[in-house]
């Protein structure tokens, strides 16, 4: 967070902070934030402003707690749904297969309501996720700039850590959210969707998805990373939470690799039958924990879509115990 509030600071923030809280307070300018800051405790009265640009002279300098605590929510809420709708949009046009979306579970308007959900989940989850951002730019995080402080090889290896450290936790947090009264209050909403589609990615109640990134926030105040490399990473699990909610089975069931990864496969079998493979990145922790169902072209959804639709209309809507007589056909025939 702190390269890109240091980036959004120099080409749009200090224009903005400019002027909402000049440094001159002119009669026409607004002066709610100035008399908000009045009224705060001692230790959050900003601090005497540092001229560094002098058309940009805010009262609030960039190290003013407060500014930065009102930067950073803006700069999280924007940047989520930016890449909500930039990776949900390129998966759901480029990746996910539309069939399923006549699968008899798939709900009507579902795409609606999943953008809907996603949209009122975001302030929540910004406003609990701040704190650890804040932390970040207040330098309280083990975030590096120097390439020599770690080395190259710590450099090249610190994606991995990462990916096992966050996927662990990850997978016990998800179990957690599964069991009775927090699946009931908290995890419930992402399971409405039976069949996802991309934009069930971020379709959760706030304290799901704050729950599901605690690991990315506690990683950088428990190990060093590079700060470029860890906005990288941070983009990279946004995509990653998209990829797997596509609802295909992308890989066929004898890969190596699918083995190891958890993959789209593994997480539409998560939606399907709720107990089994709760990992992000890896499915070593449901191997370890017993959770683990492997993908099998026989569990495709799209067979129960080809199936209702053999079977005629009363099965293709939602009739699903009716006899099944299944035709497959890949995605690629
Ligand atoms: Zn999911
Ligand atoms: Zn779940």
């Not at 058309?55 to 803006?74: K, N």
């Not at 609990?128 to 804040?134: A, D, Q, R, V, Y």
């Not at 998805?209 to 990473?233: D, E, K, M, T, W």
């Not at 789209?264 to 070593?284: K, V």
Request: hydrophobic residues 45%.
């Amino acid at each position: 967070m702190d390269v890109v509030l240091e980036f959004s600071d120099h080409y749009i923030l200090d224009h903005i902070w400019a002027k909402l809280v000049p440094l001159q307070q002119s009669t026409e300018s607004p002066a709610w934030l100035t008399r908000f800051a009045e009224s705060l405790p001692t230790f959050f009265q900003p601090p005497p402003p540092t001229v560094f640009r002098e058309e940009l002279v805010s009262a609030w300098p960039r190290s003013y707690i407060i500014r930065q605590m009102f930067s950073v929510t803006w700069i999280t809420l924007l940047g989520t749904v930016i890449l909500y709708f930039l990776f949900g949009c390129l998966s759901y046009y480029f990746v996910f297969d539309h069939r399923m979306m006549k699968h008899p579970r798939f709900l009507k308007n579902q795409i609606k309501m999943e953008i809907w959900t996603s949209l009122w989940s975001f302030p929540g989850m910004t406003m609990l996720m701040m704190p650890w951002f804040e932390g970040e730019v207040r330098g309280h995080s083990r975030l590096y700039h120097n390439m020599d402080e770690y080395g190259w090889t710590y450099f090249i290896l610190s994606p991995l850590l990462f990916l096992l450290f966050t996927d662990y936790c990850i997978y016990w947090i998800h179990r957690w959210l599964h069991l009775p009264f927090l699946y009931k209050h908290v995890h419930k909403p992402h399971h409405k969707w039976i069949i996802p589609t991309p934009f069930a990615s971020h379709a959760f109640h706030p304290l799901d998805g704050y729950a599901q990134s605690l690991p990315y926030h506690l990683f950088v105040f428990l190990f060093p990373i590079q700060r470029h490399l860890y906005l990288a990473l941070f983009g990279m699990v946004n995509l990653w939470s998209v990829f797997i909610h596509d609802s295909d089975m992308v890989i066929s069931s004898n890969s190596q690799v699918e083995k190891f990864i958890n993959t789209p496969a593994h997480h539409t079998l998560h939606h399907l039958y709720f107990t089994c493979n709760y990992g992000q990145y890896f499915t070593w922790a449901d191997h370890a924990g017993g959770s683990y169902r492997p993908p099998e072209p026989a569990l495709h959804p799209l067979l129960e879509v080809v199936s209702a639709e053999q079977a005629g209309p009363h099965q293709a809507n939602g009739d699903t115990a009716a006899p099944r007589k299944v035709v497959w056909q890949s995605k690629d025939e």
